[in-house]
Nanobody, 111 residues
Framework: QVQLAESGGGLVPAGGSLRLSCTASRIPLSINTVTWHRQSPGKQRKFVGRINSQGTTVYDDSVKGRFVISRDNAKNTVYLIMSGLQPDDTAVYYC?????WGQGTQVTVSS
């Protein structure tokens, strides 16, 4: 069974940084686009950014310049490196590839 799993969430102060990881079993994350989404309490899930098989990245304007998506093919892992975190970034962060989603990891930014 294909599984994606996010990790690395936690509680950080405003201005802090976190690195989230998305790992996969049974599928190579390198061959298709991996997308990061986030969902804040009471709000719809929103696009954060994505990386395609060529390594090209696209970001939502709200995170551009602060978040970076990268990939380590040897570890079959995609990273979401977040800096300059603000309370508005508080959300559950999910990675997705095709029809497959992880369970999410909570990021909480304190003011």
């Amino acid at each position: 069974q294909v599984q994606l799993a996010e990790s690395g969430g936690g509680l950080v102060p405003a201005g802090g940084s976190l690195r989230l990881s998305c790992t996969a079993s049974r599928i190579p994350l390198s061959i298709n686009t991996v997308t990061w989404h986030r969902q804040s309490p009471g709000k719809q899930r929103k696009f954060v950014g994505r990386i395609n098989s060529q390594g090209t990245t696209v970001y939502d304007d709200s995170v551009k310049g602060r978040f970076v998506i990268s990939r380590d093919n040897a570890k079959n892992t995609v990273y979401l490196i977040m800096s300059g975190l603000q309370p508005d970034d508080t959300a559950v962060y999910y990675c997705q590839q095709g029809d497959f989603w992880g369970q999410g990891t909570q990021v909480t930014v304190s003011s």
